[in-house]
């Protein structure tokens, strides 16, 4: 994600394009889920600010970096860490979001790989929500029950699967609801209001707005945009709503923050992680002291926003 989720649109896009609302659009038996999203965001509506959501790829650019970088962001300032799944044809991602995956595939990273470092990060961090971004082929492979009850064990507390429609529900989104793991939709500016009911029926944890038509570090909307599509959005769900897609500076954060529950950026930290790296694609000294630096400063942003 995400680039931000900063990240990953086609999908959604094309999801939300497809238009009708197939016939028996299922709804879920749910089991309760972890608590810790919807704890997070009532503790950013108790102080009175928006939230940081940062995504890096699992694994990127190695596991022990990756580790690491996960279990700093917390004290950097991340309210919830978004964890790219890596995977070689991620379609709704970005150059910098695609090259992080293959970095993270390169150095040996798997599902299984990703949901330890999520089991190890739960060892330090029992409190920060963290999201799983990625696409259906490999939960698919690795098997849905077995994903759903490894990812709950892992400490898991969302899914975003961005090549799934609501129309494929009954595939994971079903399953993760009653496996008590939130599943997270995307809207897009393409979503209009005939479509808005069926992204929101099964959706849960948070709404994931993508601002912009396009992938991951396409470009950015304007505050006058995202603030029509955050009202919109607010007239369908009393969920929490996350923005994404093209917010690279605090500066950024800061203005999506006063619109929104809180702003995710993806491809800005992602190229933060790719400037520290060697001419071997090796982490240079101080790339974790980096990126999480610059992480902060996105946070110091959020957390001004609203005076």
Do not use: W
Not at 20 to 38: F, K, T
Not at 75 to 95: H, K, N, Q, R, Y
Not at 151 to 177: H, S, W
């Amino acid at each position: 994600m995400s680039a931000a989720i900063d990240h990953g649109d086609t999908a959604a896009a094309v999801a939300a394009q497809s238009g009708q609302a197939l016939s028996g659009q299922a709804h879920s038996s749910r089991a309760a889920d972890s608590g810790r999203l919807a704890a997070r965001f009532e503790t950013l509506k108790r102080e009175g600010r928006g939230g940081l959501v940062t995504f890096v790829s699992a694994g990127d650019p190695d596991y022990a970096t990756s580790l690491k970088l996960v279990q700093g962001l917390p004290g950097a300032g991340a309210d919830v860490i978004e964890l790219g799944m890596p995977f070689t044809d991620p379609m709704a991602d970005g150059p910098s979001i695609q090259a992080s995956s293959l970095r993270a595939l390169k150095a040996g990273m798997t599902l299984r790989g990703t949901l330890r470092l999520v089991e190890e990060f739960r060892l330090t961090d029992a409190e920060t929500p963290i999201i799983l971004m990625g696409y259906y082929n490999p939960i698919y492979a690795y098997g849905v029950e077995r994903f759903l009850t490894d990812a709950r064990a892992a400490g898991v507390d969302g899914l975003i699967v961005v090549d799934l429609p609501p129309e494929e529900d009954v595939e994971l989104c079903l399953p993760a609801l009653a496996s008590g793991v939130n599943f997270i939709r995307l809207a897009t500016p393409t979503t209009d209001d005939r479509r808005l009911p069926t992204v929101l029926a099964n959706t849960s944890g948070f709404i994931y707005y993508v601002s912009i038509a396009g992938i991951t570090g396409a470009g950015a909307a304007t505050d006058e945009a995202i603030s029509a599509a955050v009202e919109r959005l607010r007239r369908h769900t009393d969920l929490p709503v996350a923005v994404g897609f093209g917010i690279t500076t605090p500066a950024a954060a800061a203005s999506v923050a006063r619109l929104a529950d809180a702003a995710v950026v993806g491809s800005a930290i992602v190229n933060r992680i790719a400037a520290n790296l060697d001419e071997n694609g090796s982490p240079a000294p101080g790339l974790v002291d980096d990126v999480l630096a610059f992480v902060r400063t996105l946070s110091d942003g959020v957390r001004a926003a609203r005076g």
